[in-house]
């Protein structure tokens, strides 16, 4: 049951511009009463504290045990978990066989998912059919039409709200509650919630707010998945209608229009209400690769999504002070708190490169993601199939498919993901992006149902993409469309892209571009026949992603640092603020969230090879990474491959105090650092030397 401290902090809980006064609780956690009944109504679910009842799926495996331990000593209200067929006790609590019998016995508020990804869509489908108010699942690579069934699922019901995949999870430092695998020395009790899909972004940023003496109410790790259950303008919302929250940090990065919708919310709110929360914002991937997933499963664009500068421009513009890294966060909200509008983009030397790239927005929408050509200036996931083959898929759908000869208007027609709607959608444009840009301001998106595409429009994607309006036409192209939608759901795509010209009254294929989902393959085996296709990676790329390290090559002949960085959403900052500082990153490098000093030595040996890097930045902020142990890992390094070039080394968070000692005291010319502007100056100052 909701406790009264906690009834105090829910005010009347605003949602989608219907505001509802009155709450009423249920045995299995709070409501919201309003004539409509949906996933939305679902979303004071996210109000955790120390009332909530916690259980784990999963509760006996190795992670979860020990995740569990620290949680319940920190001050969790653990109740007990779920173990398939098996009943029995588990560190002093209860296990039961299924999710549903935990409901009956242990009257659970919110449910953790740490089970395998190849299992964890079914422990999430089981944990919504037992209506478990609250399912946070941290697992990354869950395949993604795994997650479009989920939300399928989702939309039909009002009982439970999902957080995550690929989520750090939500904690109340507050309540002290923690679902989710978060540092817990980083947090302290305070004022300020925090939004994020980045994991290891937040974390420094819980940091930065508990070294300002501000501290956390709640974190809410959205995470970096392409379809994530919550998404940054619920959250808004939910921190909006918090007491304990007075001020806001917000990150986003590249991928999708979340951030749109969430600065589209903040304009909003800032308007009506009276005192609005003062809100400090960050967007990770102002460099992003051309053709490249940077790190994360939802962390690449497709025609008609923002840039992440145009995300940066529609905060600012909704009065959001933004900074450009997440130790800025502290001060930057601690002014805002005070009446002082500071600290954004400009007014430091870090910010003053993107302040410079901001005046150029409209006019080079997208000029940092040039390509070759315009079908390769689509963000790349782990396999694309040759362009043969997806001629292929298309023929056996009675599709006419063969290479352009020259003849005939090229329009865009693809298939991708809408992530507003959680939803596949159609995207259409009249004309191709240019070969110096990869702006798609024409491109249209037509969301559709995962199980119904035939509800989208022919008549109007025709006329968006100027066809005529011959019956010939129109049935060519919604047999296309059709197949598409098949080849879409039966290969597990995460994006179709086609090129096609009308020809002699009917539609032809001319290109074709076909990124299937690697989720489906690494975690589960489907759609082996056409993931053991030869790639054309780097085999650097290939290397590094065998030690489960994602590396990234710049394109830049000038760039010189080499990056070592825990985390995509830290990986990304750290090329983009350095940008800012006047560097230029030689590469994108996430050793993951688990990393070990062998992959700290494997990721010094791929970066090394890269004749351009003069100095390698090691930038750190520990999770589940320890800083002892990448510190362990640079010296290993140093030892094992003659590491040549000047190493700048950045440890906070997790073990850092431990993690500096072995740096200080190695006797190697390494340069070790606290503060990551004082890092990076130094080297910029290396690389330029």
């Not at 619920?234 to 007491?243: F, K, T």
């Not at 989208?456 to 309006?469: D, F, N, V």
């Not at 800012?580 to 996430?590: C, I, K, M, P, T």
Request: aromatic share 6%; net charge positive; charged share 20%.
């Amino acid at each position: 049951m909701l406790d009264v401290a906690r009834h105090s902090r829910l005010g009347s809980f605003r949602l989608s511009g219907l505001r509802c006064h009155r709450h009423h609780l249920h045995s299995r956690g709070f409501r919201t009463s309003s004539v409509h009944q949906n996933y939305e109504s679902t979303l004071p679910n996210l109000l955790i504290g120390k009332h909530t009842r916690v259980i784990f799926q999963g509760f006996t495996g190795r992670q979860a045990t020990a995740n569990a331990k620290d949680s319940i000593e920190w001050g969790t209200n653990i109740v007990g978990g779920v173990k398939p067929g098996w009943t029995g006790e588990h560190l002093g609590l209860p296990v039961l066989p299924t999710v549903r019998k935990a409901m009956e016995v242990l009257k659970p508020d919110a449910t953790g998912i740490y089970v395998a990804a190849h299992q964890a869509a079914g422990a999430i489908e089981e944990a919504i059919e037992a209506e478990v108010p609250l399912v946070v699942a941290v697992a990354e690579h869950i395949p993604l039409h795994d997650m479009l069934r989920i939300h399928s699922i989702l939309k039909t019901q009002s009982k439970s709200r999902l957080v995550g995949p690929n989520s750090p999870g939500i904690i109340s430092s507050v309540g002290k509650c923690r679902i989710g695998f978060q540092p817990l020395p980083c947090f302290s009790p305070g004022k300020v919630g925090i939004i994020a899909k980045s994991g290891t972004l937040s974390y420094e940023t819980v940091a930065s707010t508990t070294r300002a003496g501000l501290g956390q109410s709640l974190c809410i790790g959205i995470g970096g998945d392409i379809l994530p259950g919550t998404d940054l303008r619920e959250a808004l919302s939910v921190l909006e209608n918090d007491n304990d929250t007075e001020a806001i940090a917000l990150i986003g990065e590249i991928g999708g229009t979340l951030e749109m919708d969430a600065a589209a919310w903040i304009k909003d709110y800032n308007s009506r209400a009276e005192s609005p929360k003062p809100i400090v914002g960050l967007v990770a991937g102002v460099n992003e690769a051309p053709g490249r997933i940077m790190g994360h499963a939802g962390a690449f664009t497709i025609p008609g999504e923002p840039s992440a500068r145009d995300k940066i421009k529609a905060f600012i513009e909704a009065g959001v002070t933004m900074v450009n890294h997440p130790a800025k966060f502290g001060d930057a909200l601690k002014k805002r708190l005070q009446g002082r509008q500071e600290f954004s983009y400009g007014q430091s030397p870090l910010h003053a490169g993107l302040r410079r790239k901001m005046h150029t927005l409209c006019r080079r929408p997208g000029a940092t993601r040039a390509a070759s050509s315009p079908i390769q200036a689509i963000q790349k996931r782990t396999l694309y199939l040759p362009t043969e083959t997806a001629f292929d898929l298309l023929r056996q759908h009675g599709i006419t498919a063969a290479p352009y000869s020259g003849h005939g208007t090229r329009h865009l027609l693809a298939v991708g993901i809408d992530r507003s709607s959680r939803s596949p959608c159609l995207i259409a444009s009249p004309s191709l992006p240019s070969a110096s840009s990869a702006d798609s301001s024409n491109a249209k998106r037509f969301p559709f149902s995962y199980n119904a595409q035939d509800t989208l429009s022919i008549e109007r994607i025709a006329s968006h993409l100027s066809l005529s309006k011959s019956d010939a036409t129109t049935t060519s192209l919604r047999t296309l469309i059709r197949a598409l939608a098949a080849i879409f759901k039966d290969r597990e795509a995460f994006y179709l892209e086609t090129e096609i010209v009308e020809r002699l009254g009917a539609i032809k294929v001319v290109g074709a571009r076909f990124g299937l989902d690697d989720a489906a393959y690494r975690s589960l085996g489907r759609q082996g026949d056409l993931h053991s296709l030869p790639t054309s990676d780097d085999p650097a790329i290939v290397e590094a992603a065998q030690h489960g390290i994602v590396y990234i090559p710049l394109p830049s002949t000038t760039a010189s640092i080499g990056t070592l960085v825990n985390g995509a959403g830290l990986a990304m900052n750290t090329v983009d603020a350095l940008a800012d500082a006047g560097g230029e990153a030689a590469n994108f490098l996430d050793t993951g969230g688990k990393a070990t000093s062998e992959t700290v030595k494997k990721s010094f040996e791929i970066i090394l090879r890269d004749p351009r890097v003069k100095v390698v930045f090691v930038n750190i902020f520990g999770g589940l990474t320890l800083g002892d142990m990448i510190a362990r890992g640079v010296l290993l390094a140093f030892k094992e491959l003659g590491v040549q070039v000047p190493v700048v080394v950045r440890i906070r968070g997790t073990n850092e105090e431990e993690g500096q000692r072995i740096i200080a005291e190695s006797g190697l010319p390494l340069f070790a650092f606290d503060g990551f502007e004082e890092a990076a100056a130094k080297a910029i100052e290396l690389s330029k030397a």
